[in-house]
């Protein structure tokens, strides 16, 4: 299994002094400069993620996905939101840094082969994954497929001119 996300960016990997290989510009995300790298995206954007969700969904007793996990800051969120009967499935092409609760139930897997988990799910969030896909559109028609009715699915990627970097 290969990460779209690093194929799209490896042309020449180097190894850096540190041992840490570099794709190109990007840093694979199972190194521990990746991992840190993973750090820094929920430090600037859990708080606007969790605010939106919060706001609309993450009910106890719902059942949630997060796909793309990165280190499971975003799952870890809607498990506890979601206690003691949500579900929360995890779902990522590298578990090397996720750490959620046991109760996570997590999928090493890639995404470029369908949903692991078809659900129903309440929520679905799924954050600076799509964009690196080329088949993201068949993504996001399981998605929506997989969604309960009166169900969220909640895309956050960047965009310019930069808007409301939660919302798409
Ligand atoms: C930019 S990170 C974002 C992580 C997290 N969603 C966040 O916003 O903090 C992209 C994540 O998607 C995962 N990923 C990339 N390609 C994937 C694929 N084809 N299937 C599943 N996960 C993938 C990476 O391993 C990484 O954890």
Redesign the pocket.
Known sequence: ??????RQQTSAPTKAASGTTVYAGAIS??TDL?GQ??GY??EL??QP?TRFIGDVAAREGQRCL??????G??ARWLAGRTAPTGRVTA????DT??DVPPAVRVYR?????GLPDKGPFDVI?????LV??KRRRELLAQLIDALAPGGWLVI?EFTHPRTDPVTG
């Open positions: 299994m290969t990460t779209e996300l690093h995300s199972s990746g790298q993973l995206l929920e954007l859990d993620t997060d796909l793309g996990a990165g280190r800051s975003i779902v990522d092409i590298e840094h996720i897997h890639d995404v470029n082969e969030h799924t954050r600076l994954l690196h896909l956050g």
